[in-house]
């Protein structure tokens, strides 16, 4: 299903077709060379001082790192996201040989953004979550203090909303998508002031 943005003008078409579906197929797979592709999106993303902050767990569904995601998330993401072809969690290194890396969740953020972009090139869906628990992450895979898990990501193959069965979720995920107004996002001359008429 697409969800396409409503821009006042055009915008580039991955950015204007990502969004965050809960309806994956979960009879089809992310191949190998795919998860590549994301995560090579992901690793050339900027960040504070080249000091590339972001890391990645990776699980594709059937393995035991997805399976040790999967069992981090919440519920109400684990009811949709066993569906996924893929699970991965983003992670900032917080620390490196000069200390603190300055802007590492921001770091995080950039390439996480790459990823979920590259997934619409690919004709694939991307949906992130901060619900999960950080602490079973650690445990499940022996992180250092410095690594911080932020965000799991689910990716796969988008599947009819039919799905997910729940009258409530089909709704949800039927739902418009909404932003605030560009008057509203963006300034000029003083705080408030819309920089575009
Ligand atoms: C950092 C972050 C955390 C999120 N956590 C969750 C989550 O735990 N569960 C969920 O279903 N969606 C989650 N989302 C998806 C947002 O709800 C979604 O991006 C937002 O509603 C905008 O919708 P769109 O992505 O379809 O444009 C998260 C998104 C981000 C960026």
């Known amino acids: 299903m697409r969800k ?13 077709e990502r969004w965050s579906p809960r ?13 590549t592709t994301l995560l090579e999106a ?5 960040s504070f001082g080249n000091t590339q902050p972001a890391r990645y767990l990776v699980g594709r569904r059937g393995d035991t790192t997805f399976a040790g995601i999967l069992a981090a ?7 949709w996201a066993f569906r996924a072809g893929a699970l991965l969690v983003g992670v900032a290194v917080t620390t490196n040989e000069k200390g603190e890396v300055p802007y590492a969740e921001y770091g995080l953020g950039l390439a996480s953004e ?13 949906h992130q979550m901060a ?19 932020l965000v799991a990501i689910a990716v796969g193959h988008a599947a009819d909303a039919a799905v997910l069965e729940d009258e409530r979720r089909i709704e949800r995920e039927l739902k418009e998508r909404q ?3 560009l008057a509203e996002f963006a300034f000029s001359g003083e705080w408030g002031k819309p920089a575009l008429d």
């Open 73 to 79: 998330l919440n519920s109400g993401n684990q009811a």
């Open 114 to 126: 790459n990823l979920v972009l590259q997934a619409v090139d690919l004709g694939l869906i991307a």
């Open 4 to 16: 396409t943005a409503d821009t006042s003008v055009p915008v580039s078409p991955a950015v204007a």
């Open 23 to 35: 309806a994956f197929d979960a009879t089809a797979e992310v191949s190998p060379k795919e998860l």
């Open 131 to 149: 619900g999960f628990s950080a602490d079973a992450i650690r445990a499940s895979f022996g992180l250092p203090d410095a690594a911080v898990p």
């Open 42 to 46: 992901a690793r050339w993303a900027p």
């Open 179 to 181: 932003r605030i107004p």
